[in-house]
């Protein structure tokens, strides 16, 4: 995939996304430009991570999710 002959990524900074996370990784690999989407986890509310696999499990068109953590707090270092 491809837009305009370039790799297309996401990154999600997390914290207080539990409640959206899921939809906005649903809908964003549901465009079928975007490549890969990064879930950066900042500390971020428990049940995030289950969010992020649900939501994973359920893409269809091969674009890529991966969840990262990032111990140093705050959306900069994210």
């Known amino acids: 995939m491809s837009w305009r002959g370039c790799r297309i990524s996401v990154v999600f900074p997390t914290y207080n996304e ?18 890969e989407i990064v879930v950066v986890n900042n500390n971020a509310a428990a049940g995030t991570s289950e969010e992020v696999a649900e939501a994973t ?16 707090q705050g959306y900069g270092h994210a």
């Open 18 to 35: 539990r409640d959206s996370i899921r939809a906005a990784i649903l809908d964003f690999a549901a465009t079928d430009v975007v490549d």
């Open 57 to 72: 499990a359920r893409i269809v068109n091969g674009t890529l999710v991966r969840e990262v953590d990032e111990i140093r």
